[in-house]
């Protein structure tokens, strides 16, 4: 006895059961005949994305080409636009005689998308615009990377337009696939560029739509660039005041900026007119850097009859010429024909030491007119640093009038306050210290000074220091300062040198000392007698002691305060 259940029957659905189904359906459905790809049923929603779709026709023949083609082709799935949309369709099998085909309207996500993008490459740009013109603090090259930047991003050319100076303005210029120009405007022609003269004033940007671009002269952009099509003139904001003013220029009787363009641009015109700016007032301060510096870096020394004088000086850091040390000369006077030379460190180092520097020289520069004793020179400028310093400043410093003596000396009256004794290289190679004291200058109000007098015989040199000298640390350790002792050899092995050898060498040996160590400001001020030449060929042995030596007339020295 057969016991199996019979099957249930398939029924199929009735045709109006079937489209009320689809209709239902959110989805836009095609229902399509396997044998022959005829449409035999359009769903509601089909129906109001592709309006004039009917029933009947072949999906070969439909007005839909994407979906024309993904028939022909056999295609699973298809992209098309139909009327302004873009459609996204996948076939699916309904049986073995239908299939369907099943699409979307994927017109607002592919806008999306293509939003994200744009606003992705606006980023990128923004980022490179960024780092580009951050990279360097000089104008000229901020300009070109502005118009570098907008030209290969914003338009066709690109024109930055500086304020005006003395009645002209400076411009920089790049169209897209040629070179930077620049050169510069009359202020009159200024107004000849429709918004140049209102961006350049600090006025809002004008729109785009708003600017005649018919309107541009000729001047502006080079010959065979076409018809400027669309113009854009935005302002560069700077430092309280505009930087200048960015043209955009799209050639072509279609070309437009758009309201994304125009904000793109602001964006970077204010990214850009900040690099700018800040170049600008870098390059004023390094021109009023330059400026102090030139008065205040050590004097291109005279060479009096008679006499040499040679300098040296570093500052402790390469970055900065000037510093705490310092040497000053001022030559004869109609009263006084001596030659006064000054070689100080004033405490403290960089930019406070170099103005306090300034005060000593320009004070020194301004009592030499009155008199030429180092000694009372030193109680003056003492009484003019308590007077005047609002800070607790000092400065060491040793003084000497310079003058010539007879058969070929050189004579020196010195003063010191605070300040290592100056050095004295005879002619038979001794080295001996001047023996002259003082106060710091700065500190009290009255200061003691020992002068001293030095007579220089031809050949014989006198060393005038900073402690920078002494101090330098360095040699195996690295620790260890040059000291005295170091320096009085150094300057005994200058025997028979001239001046700026000499000068050369102490230099030398106590930059192999530091080897590139940290190291204070150094100084030094070198005065001597210039040789005689020698009337006979006749050598007698070892150098003849100097009549001058400091050691023989020590006793007759007498101090003296101020």
């Not at 028939?71 to 298809?78: K, L, S, Y």
């Not at 000694?375 to 410093?397: C, D």
């Not at 000074?449 to 000298?469: M, N």
């Amino acid at each position: 006895m057969d016991t199996r259940v019979p099957a249930a029957p398939v029924l199929a659905p009735a045709p109006a059961l079937l489209r009320a189904a689809l209709d239902a359906a959110g989805e836009a459905v095609l229902l399509c005949t396997a044998a022959d790809d005829r449409i035999v049923l359009v769903n509601a929603a089909a129906r109001a994305l592709l309006p004039g779709l009917e029933p009947g026709g072949s999906t070969v023949g439909s007005p839909l080409a994407g979906l024309a083609h993904a028939t022909a082709e056999d295609a699973a799935v298809f992209t098309g636009e139909y009327q302004g949309r873009q459609l996204l369709g996948y076939r699916r099998p309904l049986g073995d005689d239908h299939y369907g085909w099943y699409l979307q309207d994927t017109t607002e996500e592919l806008a999306r998308a293509e939003a994200f993008q744009a606003e992705r490459a606006r980023t990128i740009f923004l980022a490179e615009a960024s780092r580009r013109l951050s990279a360097s603090l000089n104008q000229r090259r901020c300009l070109r990377t502005t118009v570098e930047l907008a030209a290969a991003h914003l338009a066709d050319a690109a024109v930055v337009v500086l304020p005006a100076r003395s009645r002209q303005s400076e411009w920089v210029r790049l169209v897209a696939g040629g070179g930077v120009t620049d050169g510069v405007l009359r202020e009159h022609q200024l107004g000849e560029v429709p918004g140049l003269e209102e961006a350049l004033g600090g006025f809002p940007p004008i729109p785009s739509r708003w600017l005649d671009a018919g309107q541009v002269p000729g001047w502006l952009l080079p010959e065979g660039f076409g018809p400027v099509g669309a113009l854009l003139v935005t302002p560069l904001p700077g430092n309280a005041e505009p930087a200048g003013a960015l043209i955009l220029a799209r050639c072509g009787a279609d070309a437009v900026f758009s309201g994304e363009d125009e904000m793109l641009a602001r964006i970077f015109a204010a990214r850009a007119g900040g690099a700018i700016s800040a170049a600008a007032l870098y390059r004023e301060q390094v021109d009023t850097t330059a400026i102090l510096q030139a008065d205040l870096l050590p004097p291109e020394l005279p060479q009096p009859e008679g006499i040499e004088l040679l300098g040296s000086y570093q500052a402790a850091r390469d970055a900065v010429r000037i510093g705490g040390d310092f040497y000053d000369v001022f030559g004869p006077t109609a009263d006084s024909p001596e030659t006064v030379i000054a070689l100080g460190d004033v405490c403290g180092k960089g930019p406070e030491a170099a103005v306090l520097t300034g005060k000593v020289r320009q004070t020194l520069r301004a009592l030499r007119l009155v008199g030429s004793d180092p000694a009372a020179m030193l109680t003056v400028l003492n009484q003019a640093l308590l007077g005047a310093s609002r800070q607790h400043r000092f400065v060491t410093l040793v003084v000497a009038a310079v003058s010539r003596a007879e058969h070929g000396r050189v004579r020196l009256h010195l003063a010191t306050g605070g300040h290592p004794a100056p050095l004295v290289l005879r002619a038979d190679g001794t080295v001996e210290t001047v023996p002259v004291a003082g106060t710091l200058i700065g500190v009290v109000p009255r200061i003691a000074v020992q002068p001293a007098v030095v007579e220089l015989a031809p050949g014989e040199l006198c060393l005038l220091y900073s402690d920078g000298l002494t101090e330098a640390r360095g040699g195996a350790s690295g620790t260890e300062q040059y000291g005295e002792a170091r320096l009085r050899d150094a300057l005994a092995s200058c025997l028979g040198m001239p001046g700026a050898a000499a000068v050369e060498r102490v230099r030398q040996l106590v930059s192999d000392w530091v080897h590139g160590g940290v190291r204070d400001d150094i100084a030094m001020l070198v005065v001597r007698a210039p040789s005689r030449t020698k009337l006979s060929l006749m050598e007698t042995g070892a150098p003849a002691a100097s009549p001058f030596a400091i050691d023989a007339r020590r006793g007759d020295r007498r101090g003296r305060s101020r």
